[in-house]
Nanobody
Framework: VQLQAFGGGLVQAGGSLRLSCAAS????????MGWFRQAPGKEREFVGA????????YYADSVKGRFTISRDNAKNTVYLQMNSLKPEDTAVYYC????????????????WGQGTEVTVSS
């Protein structure tokens, strides 16, 4: 099982980025796919998640209205569209897959990607 996250980079405040998470090695149709982030010196935190089968999405309050998660079944890929980025969004972003459990707790995710770094300059 492999999750590959990519698409990070440097962007100015107010800009946008789209992260991708390509999944392989098994069928994730019954899983939820989550995005987490970890800023320097801080604990990893939940960003958002999607239930692969029905497309329901969940977001942390800090990103609600700015970030959108979607999935492409044919490509086995989950996306995190990030708009109106702020300097406080700077972090390494990780995608993860889990079943069952909560959508917001990282301990409920079984598979993790390697992380992609996002830097938002002010």
């Amino acid at each position: 099982v492999q999750l590959q996250a990519f698409g990070g980079g440097l962007v100015q405040a107010g800009g946008s980025l789209r992260l991708s998470c390509a999944a392989s090695g098994r069928t994730f149709s019954s899983y939820r796919m989550g995005w987490f982030r970890q800023a320097p010196g801080k604990e990893r935190e939940f960003v958002g998640a999607i239930r692969w089968s029905i497309g329901s999405t969940y977001y942390a309050d800090s990103v609600k209205g700015r970030f959108t998660i979607s999935r492409d079944n044919a490509k086995n890929t989950v996306y995190l569209q990030m708009n109106s980025l702020k300097p406080e969004d700077t972090a390494v972003y990780y995608c993860a897959a889990g079943y069952p459990g909560t959508y917001y707790s990282d301990v409920d995710y079984d598979y993790w990607g390697q992380g992609t770094e996002v830097t938002v300059s002010s």
